[in-house]
């Protein structure tokens, strides 16, 4: 078992000086003020106050010239910063105002330090209750990445080879076949959605578009079966009852040979976790959260008191927005059944990205603070955040891994430039909550212990965005993907 560090108190830093950049638009105080929402509802709930810079002058004779750069380029530093946290805060309320978002919350940090939190709109609107940074709020899919990083845990230990069956570890659970023929399902097939396992309706109950008898009373009826559980509303008191719910239902496909996204096959992969750890499956969460240093994560149950919880919303079919129905997440607590914030889901990714980052045998002492030892190998990393051909999908040109969306080109043109900059993700839809992680980081970046040049080499280096909002079915990935590159300068 990894040693319990505290992550809060990594002390990354900002590392090497950033190069001076040849233009800089600043905007001006007076230009701020115009881009400041009129309407007090729309307005920020805290605003990030940010220090001066000073005013440069001449170097003195006994001011070295190196000293001189390195205020130079922190000067650029933070006139870069102030553009990034106002162009990305534009973006925040334009997606608020275009999608007529209750509440947002967005954070981003830059080689493992916070940057910029902040909170848009309300967490709940019935008391007028302000959004914060700080609210707490369903992840939903986020949850796998979570649980992947659990499992990556076990893998290091030997515990577990994930390409052989999952029978190995859960001889209960029932053989499968296929077009009439047995097939073999790995945990590698659960962590990459290739299992064939279902999602939330069963394939013989899903729609028939090319039936032309189908009476539209029928379809809509149908509809309605296919998102009835995601609105369970039953307790589940462990994850063998859970399983009950698909486990010897019809596969959607042969195991390995496509991708389909299934949040129940990760329920599955709950179980396998119990069965090598001897531990229920949310007390060992529990203990990997306090482990992460994760002091605003928890799971989405429904009778304890969670502090700065913020309350749920969705949409009627014609728009209005309302409260969103009551649901118990016990069912798919690896899969979606998590709650968290922006600083939580911050600080999770560069402890992956720490782990990502460090060559396995570094010297045991690392300078700034850094801890002895990554979570993860780099080794253990790089099989995570691999895509898996299996899982293209033309004509994105992300492939999926082991619990991440990795952003992978799976072609080359004669003009394009090579990609410097490596994406991981996962976004997360649940009952009234939707939710986005996102890292970019360069490739083939690591981290060394050299003490000579620990100022430059012992940190973690990336742009990490998490933004959660408290309304069902909203895409959160193409504005985290904007203000990643907002803050890729920084890095």
């Not at 992550?7 to 400041?36: C, E, H, P």
């Not at 076990?154 to 209960?172: A, C, H, N, R, V």
């Not at 060992?284 to 959260?289: G, L, P, R, T, Y």
Request: hydrophobic share 35%; glycine share 6%.
């Amino acid at each position: 078992m990894a040693s319990k560090w505290n992550w809060r108190k990594l002390g990354y830093g900002s590392g090497a000086a950033v190069a001076a950049i040849s233009t800089v638009f600043a905007l001006k105080s007076t230009d701020r003020d115009k881009a400041a929402c009129d309407n007090d509802e729309l307005k920020p709930s805290n605003k990030l106050q940010l220090t001066k810079s000073k005013v440069l002058t001449t170097p003195s004779p006994e001011t070295t010239v190196h000293n001189f750069i390195n205020a130079s380029n922190r000067a650029h530093r933070e006139e870069n910063l102030n553009v990034a946290i106002q162009e990305s805060r534009k973006l925040c309320k334009r997606l608020k105002n275009q999608l007529g978002l209750p509440g947002l919350t967005v954070g981003v940090s830059v080689n493992g330090k916070m940057m910029w939190q902040e909170g848009f709109g309300f967490a709940n609107i019935e008391n007028n209750v302000k959004m914060q940074p700080e609210q707490v709020m369903r992840i939903a899919s986020i949850s796998k990445s979570m649980t992947m990083a659990m499992m990556g845990q076990l893998m290091e230990q030997g515990k577990i080879d994930i390409d052989k069956p999952i029978q190995t570890y859960l001889p209960s659970y029932p053989e499968k076949v296929f077009d009439g023929e047995k097939v073999t399902i790995t945990t590698r097939h659960l962590l990459s959605h290739l299992s064939g396992i279902r999602h939330y309706i069963k394939k013989e109950d899903e729609l028939d578009e090319k039936s032309p008898n189908k009476c539209s009373k029928c379809k809509a009826q149908e509809e309605m079966e296919i998102v009835g559980e995601f609105f369970l509303k039953d307790n589940f008191s462990s994850v063998e009852d859970s399983m009950k719910l698909f486990q010897n239902d019809e596969l959607y496909h042969k195991p390995g040979t496509k991708y389909f996204y299934t949040t129940h096959g990760w329920t599955v992969v709950s179980a396998v976790i119990e069965k090598l750890t001897e531990t229920s499956f949310p007390k060992h969460a529990k203990k990997m959260f306090d482990m992460w240093g994760l002091e605003n994560t928890y799971l989405d149950q429904h009778e304890p008191i969670i502090y700065n919880r913020a309350s749920y919303y969705t949409r009627r079919n014609y728009g209005e927005i309302i409260n969103a129905p009551y649901v118990d997440n016990s069912y798919k607590w690896a899969g979606g059944g998590f709650l968290s914030n922006v600083a939580d889901l911050s600080q999770f990714a560069n402890i992956l990205l720490y782990s990502m980052q460090t060559p396995e045998g570094s010297p045991t002492f690392c300078a700034k603070g850094l801890p002895k030892t990554p979570y993860l190998k780099q080794s253990t990393m790089q099989t995570m955040w691999t895509g898996n051909p299996a899982t293209a999908r033309p004509p994105s040109d992300n492939l999926y891994g082991l619990g991440f969306v990795v952003g992978e080109p799976l072609r080359k043109c004669m003009f394009c430039k090579e990609r410097d900059i490596m994406t991981v993700n996962h976004s997360g839809g649940a009952m009234g909550a939707s939710s986005i992680l996102l890292l970019a980081f360069p490739k083939n970046k690591l981290n060394t212990c050299d003490s000579e040049k620990s100022s430059e080499t012992t940190e973690v280096k990336g742009v990490v965005v998490a933004m959660i909002t408290n309304l069902s079915a909203v895409s959160l990935s193409k504005t985290a993907q904007e203000i990643a590159n907002n803050f890729r300068i920084l890095i």
